[in-house]
């Protein structure tokens, strides 16, 4: 069976630092791409940032994010990483990792096969 599990959310002021993590069981980790999605209330889920398998090679960032935001994946730990600095108020939103095998369109929530249950951050103005 597959877990992911996303942990490292919080309360933050803006301008400040988190860093979230996703530790992955049940499933071969490193021939999976991971993105990182949120959802903010009352708005659909959004990509954020993805990475490609094996080696990470490839990184991937929602404009919103860029130059912010930093993944990272440790294959033999099964973790990826989301290094978020210069929060703003409207990071604000439940942060979900997420797991995608075949890597065709990393930016679209529906081509992912496996999600954790979500982390909340919370960024004070």
């Known amino acids: 069976q597959v877990h992911l599990i996303e942990s490292g959310g919080g309360l933050v002021q803006a301008g400040g630092s988190l860093r979230l993590s996703c530790a992955a069981s049940g499933l071969p980790f490193s021939a999976y791409a991971m993105g990182w999605f949120r959802q903010a209330p009352g708005k659909e889920r959004e990509f954020v940032a993805a990475?490609?398998?094996?080696?990470?090679?490839?990184?991937y960032y929602a404009d919103s994010v860029k130059g912010r935001f930093t993944i990272s994946r440790d294959n033999p730990k099964k973790t990826v990483s989301l290094q978020m600095n210069s929060l703003k108020p409207e990071d604000t939103a439940v942060y979900y990792c997420a797991a995608d095998l075949d890597s065709r369109d990393l930016y679209y929530s529906g081509r992912y096969d496996y999600w954790g249950q979500g982390t909340q951050v919370t960024v004070s103005s």
């Open positions: 990475i490609s398998r094996s080696g990470g090679g490839s990184t």
